[in-house]
């Protein structure tokens, strides 16, 4: 049996689930990690659910989700090693970046070649260090094959793609430094997965947070093919129509998905957060115009949520020591007179995140 939905009561949904009403003390989304970027985006996307003072103490960063920097709960990063392990050796060259064709790489199976990296990373990171130290030695364990030559350092290195998905398993956490990003052990490292210890583990979390979705959407958020998510796809969700299109649901999601009511709020979304993290961009902004500005390849700016809706986008720039200026982008229309008091409260609270004293808000 398929329920049938609105994209409203979606949007509804996941509002709710991320903890926007800032009506819970950790929003549940932690679940799934908060990215990082070098303009305070995890603080940024707490501060757009909570209204307590806003601090990653105590939360640990590691490369997770496609080996991108993201915070997790303490204690949770053994258990992102085993789900974040491959589960086939196409999987395994699917998230190492390989060709299609490519099944070895000097002699080792993709499988085999996550395996050697992971030691490696362990047999070398035995106290912190500096990225570029750990990576140059963990090149001279690795074959030919899995470096490159690279004109910017002038040397040659492992590919950073594998570099980064070998660090989870190899037990392996990061923290800021004086000089950088370190990488440090982890007080309990455990052992190197053999395999993935939930392969539904991410899948549920990812339509719980970011669903009703499809194979292919959890495909593009893992860092894998579709093909690969279809072999391990759960059979204990419900089919679920979004104006007619076809997606799933965990079966325990569906009545609170029908049950939502329109939610009021607004919010200043920063880059990277994971509520702009679904992979559905035609369901979150249907405009074609819009997805390209919002979603780049370098450089996002943050989103302006309105009611569920993605409105506009923003970004902030520092004026002298004392003022953030944020500029607001509509996608369609002027912001509603009634809507820019809490726009400007919201980006006084950017601004008290980042630690500036005062935020003016101007529109594009």
């Known amino acids: ?3 049938n939905v609105s994209r409203d009561q979606v949007l509804w949904y996941r509002v709710r689930q991320h903890g926007l009403l800032r009506d819970n003390e950790e929003p549940a989304v932690l679940d799934i990690g908060l990215q990082d ?16 003072p806003v601090s990653l103490d105590g939360y640990e960063l590691a490369w997770t989700l496609r080996g991108a920097p993201h915070h997790h709960r303490p204690g949770e ?30 002699g080792l ?11 490696s990373m ?12 750990a990576s140059a030695e963990v090149t001279k364990l690795m074959s030919p094959g899995l470096n490159k030559a690279c004109p910017a350092c002038k040397s040659t290195h492992i590919y950073e793609q594998p570099f980064r998905l ?11 430094g004086e000089t950088g990003l370190l990488l440090e052990p982890l007080s309990k490292r455990g052992s190197i997965p053999t395999k993935s210890t939930n392969p539904h583990g991410l899948v549920h979390r990812y339509l719980r947070f970011l669903g009703p979705a ?24 419900a089919e679920v129509a979004v104006d007619g299109r076809r997606a799933w649901l965990p079966k325990e999601n569906v009545d609170e998905l029908l049950d939502c009511d329109r939610v009021e709020l607004v919010r200043l979304l920063p880059a990277m957060d994971p509520f702009l993290q679904a992979r559905d961009h035609d369901l979150l902004v249907p405009g074609k115009a819009e997805q390209k500005v919002l979603w780049t390849i370098l450089g996002n700016p943050g989103a302006l949520l309105v009611d569920g809706q993605i409105g506009g986008m923003w ?32 980006a006084e609270r950017v601004a008290e995140v980042r630690g500036v004293p005062a935020a003016v808000v101007r529109y594009a």
């Open 37 to 52: 970027t070098q303009v305070a985006s995890a603080q940024l996307a707490l501060a757009a659910r909570t209204t307590r």
């Open 315 to 346: 970004r902030s720039r520092l004026v002298g020591r004392k003022r953030l200026e944020v500029t607001v982008t509509p996608f369609d229309v002027d912001v509603d007179p009634s809507l820019r008091d809490d726009v400007q409260a919201e």
């Open 109 to 119: 199976t993709a499988l085999e070649t996550y395996r050697l990296i992971a030691e």
């Open 122 to 133: 362990r047999k070398v990171v035995t106290k912190p260090m500096t990225k570029g130290a």
């Open 1 to 3: 049996m398929t329920t």
């Open 166 to 176: 070998g660090a989870l398993p190899g037990g392996l956490r990061l923290r800021a």
């Open 77 to 106: 990063l053994r258990r992102l090693a085993g789900e974040l392990w491959p589960w086939s050796d196409t999987d395994a060259r699917a998230r190492l970046m390989w060709q299609k064709s490519r099944t070895v790489t000097d």
């Open 214 to 237: 499809t194979p292919a959407e959890v495909a593009k958020w893992l860092d894998t093919s579709t093909a690969n998510v279809r072999e391990i796809w759960p059979d204990d969700l």
